[in-house]
């Protein structure tokens, strides 16, 4: 009843900057607490950021004062704003949601993965 879509991803040069989007559709009754996940080839998947609903944020040690996660309630969506990229940034990143349907049910949702790539 709930589907993520991300866009942003792409291909960017050591320095740069993306700034990615996720936004939640469907049957939607409330969303709880977004983030922003990432996998790197042979790499297990990690946060990066996270975002509550009353806005308090956490953030990777690798990417503290260089992303900063967002969100707008209005229109269901959370960014990650991304500058001072690192080619160890480079991974499929994937959007995740709890949310609560208007079925009142607990969900928590994934994204298709977006595709950042960090390279000179």
């Known amino acids: 009843q709930v589907q993520l879509v991300e866009s942003g991803g792409g291909l960017v040069q050591p320095g740069g900057s993306l700034r990615l989007s996720c936004a939640a559709s469907?049957?939607?009754?409330?969303?709880?607490?977004m983030g922003w996940y990432r996998q790197a080839p042979g790499k297990e998947r990690e946060l990066v950021a996270a975002?509550?609903?009353?806005?308090?944020?956490n953030y990777a040690d690798s990417v503290k004062g260089r992303f900063t996660i967002s969100r707008d309630n209005a229109k269901n969506t959370v960014h990650l704003q991304m500058i001072s990229l690192k080619p160890e940034d480079t991974a499929v990143y994937y959007c995740?949601?709890?949310?609560?349907?208007?079925?009142?049910?607990?969900?928590?949702?994934w994204g298709q993965g977006t595709l950042v790539t960090v390279s000179s």
């Open positions: 469907g049957s939607i009754f409330s969303i709880g607490t």
């Open positions: 995740n949601v709890v949310a609560t349907s208007k079925g009142l049910r607990y969900l928590e949702v």
């Open positions: 975002i509550t609903g009353g806005g308090s944020t």
